[in-house]
């Protein structure tokens, strides 16, 4: 079992910039996927951005291309989410998610099997 724990949210203006991060106390977890998803007030929750376990690969949806960035530190056991430039449109509940895998590919967005508890962000006008 791997638990997860989000922090770093927060209310930010639109067009600031805000670093949410995601942690595994007391568990290593380098040879897991990561992947950030949100959730805003009514909606689905969606893909946002993925890293491999490596930090060789990123993937990002368009919503977040050139304004966020995904980064890990395996020896801190963090993971976190950049985002720059925020819209209103991006207030959400941000989660992170993991999955164990070491291949050189970006694990699919519905094949993550760990979920933290979320953390909210706010980007007001």
């Known amino acids: 079992q791997l638990q997860l724990v989000e922090s770093g949210g927060g209310l930010v203006q639109a067009g600031g910039s805000l670093r949410p991060s995601c942690s595994a106390p007391?568990?290593?977890?380098?040879?897991?996927?990561m992947a950030w998803f949100r959730q805003a007030p009514g909606k689905k929750r969606k893909f946002v951005a993925a890293?491999?376990?490596?930090?060789?690969?990123?993937y990002y949806a368009y919503s977040g291309k050139g304004r966020f960035t995904t980064s890990r530190e395996n020896a801190k056991n963090t993971v976190y989410l950049k985002m720059n430039s925020q819209k209103p449109e991006d207030t959400a509940v941000y989660y992170c998610?993991?999955?164990?895998?070491?291949?050189?590919?970006?694990?699919?967005?519905?094949?993550?099997?760990?979920w933290g508890q979320g953390t909210q962000v706010t980007a007001s006008t």
């Open positions: 998610a993991a999955e164990p895998s070491t291949t050189y590919y970006i694990t699919p967005p519905g094949k993550y099997d760990y």
């Open positions: 007391g568990r290593t977890f380098s040879n897991f996927a």
């Open positions: 890293i491999s376990w490596n930090c060789r690969k990123t």
